[in-house]
């Protein structure tokens, strides 16, 4: 399966869930390939980081930026379980790219309104990739969430029945992530039973589970 992380805006943890949704998967045995799609390479970053601690790589990390995404990554999912995909923000052709790759999208959003408001533009981009690609299924994923502050209530309330849906999964504002990625670490290597790294492990479950 390619997943793809997307979403127009920046800084809403594209990053950060692709490479712990991607070591959460190699943690369970499966075999995966990170594609960093963003010109910024925050994930090959995180990968040299990592090689500097002196870690082992649970996964390859390679570097494709460019617009023929869609022509490469089904290439790279023959050889693994899972191909996931740090997208970039707002480049249109590399993320058109991105989407024709992809079998599942993950648009990543924090509640606010601001988030919604960009959300918009990738759902117009997703309906044109339809169009090439019917099959493609796309989720929102709530990131850098309070799960108890009236904004993410709000926000869960006005998704519900949406069209993507919500994945029932979340994602707390946690300083874990950060730490984590200063050391080319993940917050399993930390904590395996922090609440950071329970909330990727359920993630992944439930991408499973849709999407066997």
């Known amino acids: 399966m390619i997943v793809a992380l997307l979403n127009q805006k920046g800084g809403v943890g594209k990053t950060t869930l692709a490479l712990h949704l991607a070591g959460e998967w190699a943690r369970r045995g499966k075999r995966v390939t990170v594609i960093d799609a963003d010109p910024q390479g925050s994930a090959l970053d995180w990968s040299e980081q990592r090689a500097k601690e002196g870690l082992k790589r649970p996964f390859g990390v390679i570097g494709l ?6 022509r490469e990554a089904p290439d790279l999912a023959r050889a693994c379980d899972h191909v996931v995909i740090d997208g970039p923000p707002r480049i ?26 960009a959300s918009a533009e990738m759902l117009k981009l997703i309906a044109e990739a339809r169009i090439f ?11 850098r969430c309070g799960a108890r502050t009236i904004i993410a209530r ?4 006005a998704l519900a029945g949406h069209d993507p849906p919500l994945l029932t999964a979340r994602i707390g504002q946690r300083i874990a992530f ?13 904590g395996g039973d922090s609440p950071a790294a329970r909330e990727i492990s359920a993630l992944a479950a439930e991408i499973d589970r849709i999407f066997p």
């Open 65 to 70: 930026a460019r617009d023929t995404v869609h």
């Open 92 to 117: 249109a052709g590399l993320m058109r790219s991105a989407l024709l790759a992809a079998d599942l999208v993950l648009i990543p959003a924090q509640p606010s309104p601001f988030d919604g408001w």
């Open 133 to 143: 690609r019917p099959q493609l299924a796309a989720r929102f994923i709530l990131n």
């Open 154 to 157: 709000e926000t869960t309330e």
């Open 178 to 190: 950060a730490d984590a990625a200063r050391t080319g670490r993940l917050v399993s290597d930390i």
